[in-house]
Structure formats: C-alpha cells, structure tokens
C-alpha cells in the first residue's frame, strides 16, 4: 500500500505563529483530518547574571547581565565573553563544574576575589561560585575570564 506523507506549514501573517500538520491518506480511502504536531521551541540565548566582589579592579566589582545569542546586556566585555562561553560549548566543557573536592591543589593565595555566576547556559540552570583560594580555584577562575573579571591580588606583599 502506498502512502504519502504530506507536510503542510501555514505561517500567520507577521511569520511569528507557524502550525504543523501532516496528514497521511492510504490508498482507497478518503484523507483523513490532519493531526496537528507540537512547534520545536528553540532554546533562548544564554543569560547569566555574573556577581563580582574584591577583584582589585573597583571598576570590575559589582553585578553584571550577560545575554549571548546575540551578545548583549550590562557586562563590559559581552561579545568577549559570549565568544568564551561558545568555545566551552563547542568543546563540550562545562566552565561552571566546581573543582572536585579530592583533587590535590597548590596552596597559594589569589587575593580576596569572588564571584557568582547564576542563570541558564546551554539550556540548563547554572549557581555557580568562583574563589582564588588555591591554585585549582585560580586556574577555574582564569580559565573563564572575561566572562568575571581578570583579578588582580591586592594583598600586601612581604619583604
């Protein structure tokens, strides 16, 4: 038996609202009404909200928006830092995993800097916290620079 598979698309008239049918008639038969199929929604952009505190840049502290998708918002390096986030993405890296709490880190100290970075990425929920408490923190920290801020360590240095 032969069958066809007939895709109808209506669009209204300003192109925002489009309705998918297909409808499937067997031989023989009269066509049957066609059976309306869900819309594919695509995500939304990336946005994230990136807190930062004590970075050693006064000018770099404070709360951000950071819309990607296109690049946008309050953050002062937004296609930067939408650019950063597009290559973790593209190599399947997650930049807002925690360091595991096993892993053996240096202990030196990157300053007083924090950070929070909240939102959705890659269409999931992001809460993350960032700290230049250890190496493996500073590292974190770096590797996701400009979406935070470059810090700078405003500890007193020892003679």
């Given at each position: 038996?032969?069958?066809?598979?007939?895709?109808?698309?209506?669009?209204?008239a300003?192109?925002?609202?489009?309705?998918?049918?297909?409808?499937?008639?067997?031989?023989?038969?009269?066509?049957?009404?066609?059976?309306?199929?869900?819309?594919?929604?695509?995500?939304?952009?990336?946005?994230?909200?990136?807190?930062?505190?004590?970075?050693?840049?006064?000018?770099?502290?404070?709360?951000?928006?950071?819309k990607?998708?296109?690049?946008?918002?309050?953050?002062?390096?937004?296609?930067?830092?939408?650019?950063?986030?597009?290559?973790?993405?593209?190599?399947?890296?997650?930049?807002?995993?925690?360091?595991?709490?096993?892993?053996?880190?240096?202990?030196?100290?990157?300053?007083?800097?924090t950070?929070?970075?909240?939102?959705?990425?890659?269409?999931r929920?992001?809460?993350?916290?960032?700290?230049?408490?250890?190496?493996?923190?500073?590292?974190?920290?770096?590797?996701?620079?400009?979406?935070?801020?470059?810090?700078?360590?405003?500890?007193?240095?020892?003679?």
């Amino acid at each position: 038996m032969l069958r066809r598979f007939v895709l109808i698309v209506a669009a209204t008239a300003t192109a925002s609202v489009a309705a998918l049918t297909v409808a499937v008639p067997t031989a023989g038969a009269a066509p049957s009404a066609p059976i309306p199929l869900p819309l594919l929604e695509s995500e939304p952009g990336d946005q994230l909200t990136v807190i930062t505190s004590d970075t050693g840049n006064p000018e770099a502290n404070g709360t951000y928006e950071l819309k990607c998708g296109p690049a946008g918002g309050t953050h002062p390096e937004a296609q930067a830092a939408c650019d950063k986030l597009a290559e973790f993405a593209s190599a399947e890296e997650d930049p807002f995993t925690p360091v595991d709490q096993d892993r053996m880190c240096t202990m030196q100290h990157g300053g007083p800097a924090t950070a929070r970075v909240t939102g959705t990425w890659q269409g999931r929920s992001i809460d993350a916290t960032f700290d230049r408490t250890n190496g493996c923190e500073i590292k974190r920290w770096e590797t996701l620079e400009p979406v935070l801020p470059t810090a700078r360590n405003e500890e007193p240095e020892t003679a």
